[in-house]
């Protein structure tokens, strides 16, 4: 069965940097797109990135731009989120997403929280 397990999640101060790994098993990870989303106490689940299959395709929201960049290793079936100049709104929780044969399948998160 699909399986997506995120960590890397922590407390961090403002301006500084986290990094998300997301390891993925039960399907062909390599043919498939990737998300990373978050979702912030009382608001809506966001996209936040997206790469293609290879990994030659990314896309941001514009409130990462810069910031955030996603990347991923066919190999070892893992998709990272390098998180920089981090602010507090960048809180939440952090989600891997994978669509697989039309079904979006969701790891539990990992929460990153940004204070002094």
């Known amino acids: 069965q699909v399986q997506l397990v995120e960590s890397g999640g922590g407390l961090v101060q403002p301006g500084g940097s986290l990094r998300l790994s997301c390891a993925a098993s039960?399907?062909?990870?390599?043919?498939?797109?990737m998300n990373w989303y978050r979702q912030a106490p009382g608001k809506e689940r966001e996209l936040v990135a997206t790469?293609?299959?290879?990994?030659?395709?990314?896309k941001y929201a514009d409130s990462v731009k810069g910031r955030f960049t996603i990347s991923r290793d066919n190999a070892k079936n893992t998709v990272y989120l390098q998180m920089n100049s981090l602010k507090p709104a960048d809180g939440a929780v952090y989600y891997c997403?994978?669509?697989?044969?039309?079904?979006?399948?969701w790891g539990k998160g990992t929460l990153v929280t940004v204070s002094s």
């Open positions: 790469i293609s299959p290879a990994g030659s395709v990314t």
């Open positions: 039960g399907f062909t990870f390599s043919g498939e797109t």
């Open positions: 997403n994978a669509r697989v044969q039309r079904i979006d399948y």
